[in-house]
């Protein structure tokens, strides 16, 4: 029986999920994080889930493109990416996002941003009307399960007194002793066998310090180091020397791809980014000036998953090794990022993922980490279903907020704690 796979309906629920105090070098994370769950429903009653960033600029884009979706088929992938949005881009060219720890912004990047939930959403119906896996669609895997690395962030115990919150059980994490009880934490839960540290947050003296410590308090394991572009390019210099023998990875020690040169022709030390090469249009000035060693993509601004395997294809061409980038995020995310993980053959590197940090999600059963590795799913789609008791819950908080969480600022959340506090001009050090 040949079935209708044109979208009949499209549903847009952004919903706020609770987020702990975790540091960064723009400020802290808020309570609660803006995400949007994009459902498809095609006329034969499939349902493709897709999720990314819930922030407004988001939902402005998302809503008009919805509409225009009713009728077109959930196999015209191609077609989807030829849907022109109307991005203002005096609204957002140029400025740092609003986490500011991703680059800075483009309309392209933003358009992609959008497009990248209802692609995956797209598979996720074809895959369950086909009775395939989206890692089926995507060429098949060749490997059963995809490793992921502990993400250690310097963290306070809770949020500010008299903030509306979740609370968790990790407490804080403010110097080195901090940093490893919170590794011993996350491999004791998940089998973590990798770690990276959210830097610049203090001076680079204290980071180091922290790697240190985890170095002598895991050995062996490969550890990474993300300031987010905080130092100089001698600040950057001087950190990769004094960790050069137990560094896996330095991830954006320095902002933009002619500080990053500048740092990979002075060190050793593998460079990686998800700052300064996040759109096609970015690799070749990066990749012909040697700035990077490894890029950390991330579907969700790449544009999907089919583009996140085109990006793998051109690392490899260019000897450069792939990974991935993580943003706070939910199980739809995670069950995408791996059943493309499990395609890509030169992926070397452990992911990266906040899932962990994630106490709430809208699937009815979490996905898990075991040995630090999420299983590929081979149920149809991305074998995942929604709560959707539980959506309803996260979305009523999203109605109920008076607009002040709907968009992610670190730096505004930071003016909570720190009233002085302003966003850092970088580098900080």
Known sequence: MTRDLTIAEVRLTPILVADPPLLNTQ???????????????????????????????????????????????????????????????????????????????????????????????????????????????????????VEYSAYLFYKW????????CEQDDWGAALDPAGVVRQARLLKERHGFTSFKL???????????????????????????????????????????KELGDVLEYLEDPALGTAAMAEVSAGTAVP???????????????????????????????????????????VCAAFGVGVSMHSNTHLGISLAAMTQV?????????????????????????????RDGRVAVLDAPGLGVELDRDELARLHRRWADDDGALRDRDDAAAMRVAEPGWRQPVMPRW
């Open 198 to 240: 959210k830097g610049g947050v203090f001076p680079p003296d204290e980071e180091v310090a922290a790697v240190r410590a985890l170095a002598e308090a895991f050995p062996g394991h490969p550890l990474r180091l993300d300031p987010n572009g905080a130092w100089s390019v001698e600040t950057s210099l001087k950190v990769a």
């Open 27 to 145: 400020g802290v994370h808020q309570p609660y994080t803006p995400r949007l769950i994009v459902e498809l429903v095609t006329a034969d009653g499939v349902t493709g889930f897709g999720e990314t960033y819930g922030d407004t600029k988001y939902l402005e884009l998302a809503r008009p493109l919805a509409e225009r979706l009713t009728g077109r088929s959930v196999m015209d992938v191609n077609g989807l990416f030829g849907i022109d949005l109307g991005v203002d881009a005096s609204r957002v060219e140029g400025q740092v996002d609003a986490g500011g720890l991703r680059g800075v912004q483009s309309a392209d990047k933003l358009r992609l941003s959008v497009l990248s939930a209802f692609e995956v959403a797209c598979l996720d119906a074809q895959g369950k009307a086909l009775g395939l896996p989206v890692h089926a669609l995507l060429g098949g895997k060749v490997r059963d399960s």
């Open 271 to 313: 460079l990686a980014t998800n700052m300064c090469v996040t759109t096609f249009g970015e690799i070749k000035e990066a990749f012909t000036r040697d700035a990077v060693q490894v890029v950390l993509c991330d579907h969700h601004y790449w544009g999907g998953l089919r583009n996140t395997r085109q990006l793998a294809a």
């Open 157 to 164: 115990a809770r949020h500010p007194a008299g903030v509306a």
């Open 341 to 369: 993980a499990a395609t890509v053959p030169g992926l070397h590197h452990a992911c990266d993922s906040h899932y962990p940090w994630q106490s709430e999600d809208v699937l009815t059963e979490r996905l898990r980490f």
